[in-house]
């Protein structure tokens, strides 16, 4: 029983830097998964994959969202991290972690976090 969930700040000024975090029990985030993915969901849109790292460290970006996006790991606490710059109003939505077999970027995934808000706002 694989158990993801998301944890940082809900509420982030612009220009700021978006900080979460996922803790990950029930597997090893260097077990043989191709990602363990952070993936969005403005208001009124549909889900948007916004990065991944893999099970050796490996990361991989959504091109529109690249030059912004950072994930990194912790091993030692089976945890994984999203940063993303230079924040807009543009970027308040639910943020999930999830982890699947398949290429991250399809969305196929077979674990979910529970999703957490962030509202970017003065």
């Known amino acids: 029983q694989v158990q993801l969930r998301e944890s940082g700040p809900g509420l982030v000024k612009p220009s700021q830097t978006l900080s979460l975090t996922c803790t990950v029990s029930?597997?090893?985030?260097?077990?043989?998964?191709?990602?363990w993915s952070w993936i969005r969901q403005p208001p009124g849109k549909g889900p948007e994959w916004m990065g991944a790292?893999?099970?050796?460290?490996?990361?991989y970006y959504s091109p529109s969202l690249k030059s912004r996006t950072s994930i990194s790991r912790d091993t030692s606490k089976n945890q994984f991290t999203l940063q993303l710059s230079s924040v807009t109003p543009e970027d308040t939505a639910v943020y999930y972690c999830a982890s699947g077999e398949s290429s991250p970027w399809d969305m196929e995934y077979e674990y979910w976090g529970q999703g957490t808000q962030v509202t970017v706002s003065s």
């Open positions: 029930g597997d090893s985030i260097t077990s043989n998964y191709v990602g």
């Open positions: 790292i893999n099970n050796d460290g490996t990361t």
